[in-house]
């Protein structure tokens, strides 16, 4: 049932983002929680940490948040400063839908059929989450941030969107991604962006390369390698199928 009420939402809901006992086991109040909506981090939370070592070539008060700039740091996209582009974002441009065995994803989505949502280079949004010192996790819901502002562009912090972020965390792996992540100063901050890499059309799945490390122990189920596995697939079954009987 909860299937039903969650397919081709585009919010995202408490029980899709944590660990959802057997609904048998629930209380009502613990079912009423899952069907809120997850609030969504507008901005990276930042806390200090004991021993977060201060950055390579880092030239100002430490500690303090990895990600603010000078206030006369120009802002990647429109070379002004202040600016206002982070709040000028495309709004209502995607959907949180189901792939399958790769789980939820983001679909661009168009006012009109099969129109163009991002164009090439275009911003699409910010990636939030927690942030932490560098080498803190090595996982798919962790990215590094470093910083191309400062001298041999050091890691500042990582994000981390595992228990906190925005809907950017649901973007899926492809081996061959229409996005990109990459770290921008941004109205004033530095900041994890998602870039269009081509032109983005409406119902397209719009996805990033998460990195070799990411694949180290599991299979890569984005589309390219699916129809790679697929026509193995067919290949041993056409093999098996066309060799003779009691050779060998
Ligand atoms: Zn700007
Ligand atoms: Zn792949």
Redesign the pocket.
């Known amino acids: 049932m909860l299937d039903m009420l969650l397919k081709d939402q585009n919010i995202e809901f408490q029980c899709e983002s944590s660990q959802v006992s057997p609904l048998t086991k629930c209380t009502k109040d613990d079912l009423l929680s899952f069907l809120e909506p997850v609030q969504y981090l507008e901005t990276n939370f930042y806390e200090p940490v004991d021993g977060w070592l201060k950055p390579r070539n880092w030239q100002w008060d430490w500690p303090m948040d990895p990600t603010w700039a000078p206030s006369d740091t120009k802002?990647?996209?429109?070379?002004?400063?202040p600016?206002?582009?982070?709040s000028t974002l495309p709004k209502n441009c995607y959907r949180i839908l189901y792939y399958g065995a790769k789980g939820r994803g983001i679909q661009a989505r168009a006012p009109s059929r099969g129109g163009l949502v991002f164009g090439k280079d275009q911003y699409i949004g910010e990636l939030t989450g927690k942030l932490v010192p560098p080498d803190t996790y090595d996982d798919s819901m962790t990215i590094n941030l470093n910083r191309s502002d400062i001298d041999e562009e050091p890691v500042v912090c990582q994000v981390y969107c595992q228990d906190r972020g925005n809907w950017v965390r649901l973007v899926n792996h492809s081996c061959k991604p229409c996005a990109r992540l990459i770290t921008k100063i941004?109205?004033g901050k530095a900041r994890v962006m998602l870039q269009a890499r081509q032109d983005i059309y409406d119902g397209a799945e719009v996805t990033v390369n998460y990195g070799r490390g990411y694949f180290k122990n599991k299979n890569c189920l984005c589309e390219i390698c699916a129809a790679r596995a697929q026509s193995n697939q067919a290949a041993i079954d056409f093999n098996t199928l066309s060799s003779p009987e009691g050779q060998g």
Do not use: E, Q, R
Not at 75 to 81: E, G, L, P
Not at 83 to 86: L, P
């Open positions: 802002c990647d996209i429109c070379k002004a400063t600016c206002d582009c982070i941004v109205s």
